[in-house]
C-alpha cells in the first residue's frame, strides 16, 4: 500500500503540490500516494488527526493554516521556530515534526537555479507579513552583507527587523516609500500585490550589476509575460523570476524531510517556469 500524504489548505483545489510530489515520487521510485485536503477554516486540526488515523505519513500546509499547524506539531525545527509558521508536518507515532521550508527553496532557487550567489549580496524584501517572515533566517544564514524589509507600515518592518538583530548580517526596516533608496543586489517581493495586478513602486531603486528582482508569487496565467512588477524591474536592467522555482525547491525540502532522499528539480522546473524566467 502507498504511503499517504497530502496538502491541507482552505481553498486548495489551485495547490501544484500533487503534481510536483507525484513526479519526485516517479523519478525517485518512493511508492507514495498524494492527494488535496480542503480542511474547514475551523476545522484544521480535527482534519489532520483524521488524516493521521486514516495512516497518513506526513502533509504539507498552506493557507491559511501555517501558524495553526505549529501547535499540532511536538517538535519544531528552528527555522520553523522562527518564522512561527509550519508548512510541512511529518508523523512518527506520536511524534509530529514540524518545519518551514520556504526559506530553504528560495535561496537554493536563488544560488543553484538562478545562480544568483547570496554571499556578501544587499538584499531589499518587500513586505514584512508571514511570507517574509517565513524566509528570512535562511536568508540570513546565506551570507548576505544585509537585508533591509520595507513594508506599508513602517512599525511591522521595523520589529520584523528586531527580532533578527545580531544574528550576522545589518538587518533594518522601514516604509516603502521611505526606505527603499539605495543599490540592491536582490530585491524579493514578499507582498500578495501581484496576485491583483499591483506593484510596489520601484522609484528610487537602483540596482547592481547581476541584480535579480524576485516575486515570490507565481501566477500560471503569467507564463508568456511576466507581471507589472517584475516588467518594471526588467525596464530598469534587472533580471527577473517569480516563484515556481521556490514551490517546486520547497516541496523538495519536504519530500527529502519524508522520504530520505532528494529528488532533482531541474527538468520539473524547466516544465513549470515559464521561459522569461531569469532572463532581463
Not at 495512516?55 to 501555517?66: C, D, E, I, S, Y
Not at 516575486?215 to 507589472?228: E, F, S
Request: hydrophobic share 45%; with cysteine; charged share 20%.
Amino acid at each position: 500500500m502507498s504511503d499517504r500524504y497530502a496538502v491541507f489548505g482552505h481553498p486548495v483545489a489551485h495547490s501544484r503540490s500533487p503534481e510536483i510530489h507525484a513526479e519526485f515520487a516517479r523519478s525517485t521510485g518512493q511508492d507514495i500516494r498524494y492527494e488535496r485536503i480542503l480542511a474547514p477554516l475551523d476545522g484544521f486540526a480535527a482534519a489532520v488527526a483524521a488524516f493521521r488515523a486514516a495512516g497518513g505519513r506526513g502533509a504539507n500546509v498552506t493557507l491559511p493554516f501555517k501558524h495553526e499547524a505549529c501547535t499540532l506539531a511536538t517538535e519544531l525545527t528552528m527555522r520553523a521556530s522562527d518564522a512561527g509558521a509550519v508548512n510541512t508536518l511529518r508523523f512518527d507515532g506520536e511524534r509530529v515534526l514540524g518545519d518551514n521550508t520556504d526559506g530553504a527553496g528560495l535561496v537554493r532557487d536563488l544560488e543553484v537555479n538562478l545562480q544568483r550567489p547570496l554571499r556578501m549580496a544587499r538584499v531589499l524584501m518587500l513586505g514584512a507579513g508571514g511570507a517574509a517572515a517565513g524566509v528570512l533566517l535562511p536568508l540570513l544564514e546565506a551570507g548576505i552583507a544585509s537585508l533591509h524589509i520595507a513594508n506599508r507600515s513602517p512599525g511591522r518592518a521595523r520589529a520584523l527587523a528586531g527580532r533578527h538583530a545580531g544574528r550576522g548580517p545589518s538587518v533594518s526596516g522601514g516604509g516603502l516609500d521611505d526606505s527603499m533608496h539605495g543599490t540592491w543586489d536582490v530585491v524579493i517581493n514578499a507582498t500578495s500585490a501581484s496576485l491583483s495586478g499591483e506593484m510596489p513602486s520601484l522609484e528610487g531603486l537602483g540596482f547592481g550589476a547581476d541584480a535579480l528582482c524576485y516575486d515570490m508569487v507565481y501566477a500560471p496565467d503569467r507564463q508568456a509575460l511576466p507581471g507589472p512588477f517584475l516588467q518594471a524591474a526588467r525596464e530598469k536592467g534587472a533580471r527577473i523570476a517569480e516563484g515556481m522555482g521556490m514551490l517546486v525547491e520547497q516541496a523538495a525540502e519536504s519530500f527529502t524531510l519524508w522520504r530520505g532522499v532528494r529528488p532533482d528539480t531541474r527538468a520539473l522546473l524547466e516544465r513549470m517556469a515559464p521561459a522569461w524566467r531569469g532572463g532581463r
